[in-house]
């Protein structure tokens, strides 16, 4: 239209436009002028080109004003100016919305793994410069105490003990998600808790000041002794000392493991006691880590082990030496005993599981089907076992005590420990317990403690039980746990109380290590103890059980009752100025003697169950991913 339109036509058309003649009397009229007058001289052609330009130029702005907004997020959501909004049906808007929640997804799934890998990244560093652990802790935030609360209670004067009532307050930390970090400075613990910490600390400062390095440490004489030379008491206790989040004496015992210690020793070793001490706990530390170091020294003592098990028969043979691989039956006999030969099977299956090295799992697995072939009386077995034919010895006596105990327990942790698979060992397990009740449960008179007593020479009842047979409340209370049948239960809280009353009835509240339950009736005791069986080796079964028995049931009498042992521990077993002893008689109050020696597994297993005891933490330990050998060291559960 316009380019055949006359040009003055044009201009009266303007004219025309109300207010145009006050408007068109200014600059800005005259500069409109001279650009229509430059349009004006313009071809068609030229003046096409330019309207195409301006109309191009039109939609690339469009195009990135409504690109800016959306890389800003601006997907039209709440705040976005509604006539915006308004150019989108709503499933438009709902598609929007959708991607835009995957993308928050994404981004938060992204900034989890780039966490993650921060703290591997973190950890490896830790290795390379060997300085500590890898998993969970936060460095330099671990402050050696400097103002008096810190300060370590013997340099206070004494233990911080709450009363029997006091300190049981509920600390739980069901937030944290990923590795559970140990030595967080910021986790908090009851005052049992704090006081089970503290006798770990008292122990560990007299080991370190008069026997570090060495196996055992005599608090008395201040002095140390060698069982199998490898600082047996630190690799016993290294897990017990994460456990409890304690970093500088976890940090002593990894620099000594890492520096100082060698299984290249000219040396005889006990299979079994090597195996649930110290291979058990630098397995379990290994775990709880994830730091090489503990690994392959672990893989190391079990190499070292492997010959016992060239036997004619595949038992293994009871000893053997660490550095010519020599292995032999006891110097005292020619069998090995039946609980020691089937309690090594945990910890082997565990190395080989992490090694990717198959013989050792393959050893124990032959072992355990070995024994499982065997004839038995009801389940139950005889305390030993040949080597070099295979056989029990018929005669032997069947106890849940000493040489018999720990291989009931590893039926069990066997079948938990592989995830519930091999049910042959859930059948021996099953038919054992049969057994038990079929010869050895009684009741004692007047009280009705119910106690597992002896078969001698396999036939002959006597009521007699070791403090060992302790374990058995617990270790029924896991089957139950597991899916087992519910009389295991009820018959194991009877036994956690048998259990307690053998620290109760005692004037020190502290159990002999044998006693024999009364059966005539008309007697006022239960208990009876032999001179010679009235010593307390500070051993760590009945608060073992009374752990498991709290976890499953959160019956806070286990805990008094735990409470109730700990303080005994601390008013007998202390000494001031050198750590814990054994002491020989539980009866005399006044006068208990010390026998001057502290056993490894006080630190491994007593103060450990009595610090997961007074927990409330259901991460800590869980039951259902971790499984404990006989030395109280976790392990994982495989679900294969
Ligand atoms: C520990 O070495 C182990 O618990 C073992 O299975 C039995 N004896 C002691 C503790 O009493």
């Not at 060992?425 to 050895?440: M, R």
């Not at 036994?495 to 159990?511: D, G, H, I, Q, V």
């Amino acid at each position: 239209m316009f380019e055949g339109a006359p040009r003055q036509n044009q201009q009266s058309a303007i004219s025309t436009i109300p207010g145009f003649e006050e408007y068109s009397n200014g600059k800005d009229y005259k500069k409109r002028q001279s650009v229509i007058r430059i349009w004006k001289r313009l071809s068609s052609l030229q003046r096409s080109v330019i309207c195409f330009v301006l109309l191009l130029g039109g939609i690339s702005v469009l195009y990135i004003v409504t690109s800016v907004r959306r890389v800003h997020g601006g997907r039209l959501g709440h705040g976005e100016p509604s006539d915006l909004r308004d150019f989108l049906d709503s499933n438009e808007r709902q598609k929007m919305e959708q991607e835009k929640r995957v993308y928050i997804q994404k981004m938060k799934q992204k900034l989890a793994q780039q966490q993650v890998g921060d703290i591997v990244k973190k950890n490896k560093e830790a290795i390379r410069k060997k300085k500590g652990p890898p998993l969970g802790i936060r460095e330099g935030k671990f402050d050696r105490g400097v103002d008096g609360d810190q300060l370590p209670p013997e340099e206070k004067g004494q233990l911080n003990l709450p009363p029997k009532s006091a300190g049981d307050d509920v600390i739980v930390d069901q937030t944290s998600s990923g590795p559970y970090d140990y030595f967080d400075p910021k986790r908090q613990y009851t005052e049992k808790q704090k006081a089970v910490q503290d006798a770990f600390k008292f122990a560990w400062k007299y080991y370190k000041q008069y026997a570090w390095g060495h196996d055992e440490y005599h608090p008395i004489s201040k002095s140390h002794s060698e069982w199998f030379g490898v600082g047996l008491t630190i690799v016993d206790s290294i897990d017990t000392a994460i456990i409890m989040g304690l970093k500088d004496e976890y940090l002593d015992a990894r620099e000594w493991v890492d520096k100082s210690l060698t299984f290249d020793k000219d040396k005889d070793v006990n299979l079994f006691e090597i195996t649930i001490r110290a291979l058990g706990g630098l397995l379990s530390a290994y775990h709880l880590t994830n730091d090489e170091v503990f690994k392959n020294k672990a893989k190391d003592l079990g190499d070292r082990l492997l010959p016992c098990f060239k036997s004619p028969s595949n038992v293994p043979f009871s000893d053997v030496n660490l550095k010519t691989g020599h292995a032999h039956a006891p110097r005292w006999g020619p069998d090995s005993s039946t609980s020691e030969v089937t309690t090594i099977q945990l910890e082997f299956r565990d190395l080989s599981r992490i090694t990717n090295d198959n013989r050792y799992e393959h050893a124990v697995n032959v072992v355990s089907e070995h024994v499982h072939n065997l004839p038995k009386k009801d389940g139950l077995v005889p305390i030993f076992i040949n080597a070099n034919t295979g056989s029990f010895r018929s005669s032997a006596t069947i106890t849940f005590g000493a040489r018999g105990d720990s291989y009931y327990e590893y039926l069990l942790k066997q079948w938990v420990q592989t995830g519930k698979k091999k049910d042959y060992l859930k059948k021996d397990y099953l038919d054992a317990i049969e057994g038990v009740k079929n010869h050895l449960l009684k009741e004692s008179e007047p009280n009705k403690l119910l106690y597992i007593g002896e078969l001698l020479g396999g036939r002959t009842f006597s009521p007699k039980m070791d403090h060992l047979v302790c374990f058995m409340p617990g270790t029924m209370a896991l089957g139950y746990q597991n899916g087992l049948p519910k009389d295991h239960m009820d018959i194991a809280t009877k036994l956690a109380r048998t259990c307690y009353e053998m620290y109760n009835k005692m004037p020190t509240k502290l159990s002999p290590e044998i006693v024999y339950f009364n059966q005539a009736p008309g007697s006022s005791d239960d208990l009876i103890v032999k001179p010679l069986d009235s010593h307390n080796l500070l051993r760590p079964e009945t608060v073992e059980s009374l752990f498991y028995m709290y976890r499953f049931t959160k019956d806070k009498k286990y805990r008094d009752w735990g409470w109730q042992i700990f303080m005994a521990f601390m008013k007998y077993t202390k000494i001031e100025g050198g750590g814990f002893s054994s002491i020989n008689n539980v009866k005399s109050p006044g006068n208990p003697g010390f026998k001057d020696k502290l056993e490894s597994f006080f630190l491994a297993e007593t103060l450990k169950y009595l610090f997961l005891l007074f927990s409330d933490d259901p991460q800590l330990i869980p039951l259902d991913k971790y499984v404990f050998n006989s030395e109280a060291h976790p392990m994982p559960i495989y679900n294969e």
